[in-house]
């Protein structure tokens, strides 16, 4: 499917002026105002929410592997989780990670 110069421009003003407006509607009109209690009880968790849905893709579907299931990735990605869990620190977390990842990487993909 090819689409027109005219086509694309359409599609990204239309993402844009799409994104302000949500943005708008939080930020620019209820801005000023306090937030009920419950409301912000709810957006405390939304990068709680919004981590796993990015990550998961990749570790069940990583593209370096053509979308197939690769032991490595879901070893670092266990691992992470038991840091995480027996840790309770964000910065140990995500450097076990990485180490785990870079050494599974090395152990079984050679």
Do not use: K
């Amino acid at each position: 499917m090819t689409l027109s110069s005219a086509e694309i421009w359409l599609v990204i003003v239309g993402l844009g002026l799409g994104s302000f407006l949500l943005r708008f509607s939080f930020l620019g009109i209820i801005g000023n105002r306090d937030l009920p209690e419950w409301l912000l009880r709810h957006l405390r968790y939304t990068a709680v929410a919004v981590m796993p849905g990015m990550i998961t893709p990749m570790i069940l579907f990583p593209a370096a592997t053509g979308g197939q299931f690769d032991l490595v990735r879901m070893g670092a990605a266990i691992a992470t989780i038991a840091i995480s869990l027996w840790t309770r620190n964000a910065t140990l977390t995500i450097f076990g990670g990485a180490g785990v990842l870079l050494a599974l990487h090395f152990l079984i993909a050679a």
